[in-house]
């Protein structure tokens, strides 16, 4: 039985996921807090096997709070469920002692896979978070969660559009008001979103979708 302590100060999100997993037999919602602060106190009240954390919340965020539970209780597992998807958040959080990162928009199948995957000791990583800001997390126990569809933000349309147009990063970065390393970026994303293989394809694939962004 995967016993879990859940902090997320929107409750109908916590709402959601108990009756989810309700009727579950293999996994457990044992408590549930609003914020980073009570999530500890829950922690140590009843040291559940993994513990779900939203990372922007009151009192005390995810971040802070995952660092004081993995200080005294580093045998516990934390899977960040969050709306943000940026590399620094995500790099802070696994820091932290993360084992799993993980967007709200992902929906509570891959939340599943993710939470099995996290309490047997191994990361999991959404499909949709920035890949190359992990290279150092990534090892044979990483598993990295398969969206059922292809889902890629306004920024890489803009992006991709610019390279069917021809453009070099250097000039899509000079058009879009970027950092050349933030087009670069975003090349390697939609690389592992579309199951690519490198840039080359990437230019065949953009100049294939050119008119239908």
């Keep these: 039985m995967i016993t879990i302590a859940m902090a997320e100060d929107h409750q109908m999100l916590i709402d959601g996921v108990k009756s989810f997993f309700e009727y579950d037999e293999d996994i457990n919602i044992i408590g ?13 009240l009843k040291q559940p096997r993994l513990v779900i954390t939203d990372i922007r919340m009151p009192i005390m965020d995810g971040i802070q709070a995952t660092k004081l539970i993995k200080t005294k209780f580093p045998h516990i597992k934390v899977l960040a469920l969050t709306m943000f998807d940026q590399p620094e958040a995500i790099k802070q959080m696994l820091d932290a002692g993360a084992s799993g990162y993980l967007l709200k928009n992902s929906g509570i199948k891959m939340l599943s896979r993710a ?4 309490a047997n000791g191994e990361t999991f990583f959404d499909p949709n978070v920035a890949f190359n800001f992990m290279n150092d997390y990534i090892n044979e126990n990483v598993t990295v969660g398969k969206s059922e569809k ?17 453009n070099t990063s250097k000039e899509i970065s000079e058009a879009l008001f970027i950092a050349k390393t933030t087009v670069d970026t975003h090349r390697k994303n939609m690389i592992r ?6 840039g080359n394809e990437l230019v065949k694939y953009a100049i294939d979708k050119k008119y239908q962004f």
């Design 115 to 118: 939470i099995v995957t996290v």
């Design 150 to 166: 292809i889902v890629l933000s306004n920024r890489e349309k803009e992006i991709l559009q610019l390279i069917a147009n021809g």
């Design 32 to 44: 549930t807090v609003n914020n980073g602060e009570d999530l500890v106190k829950l922690v140590s």
């Design 193 to 198: 979103k579309l199951n690519l293989k490198n």
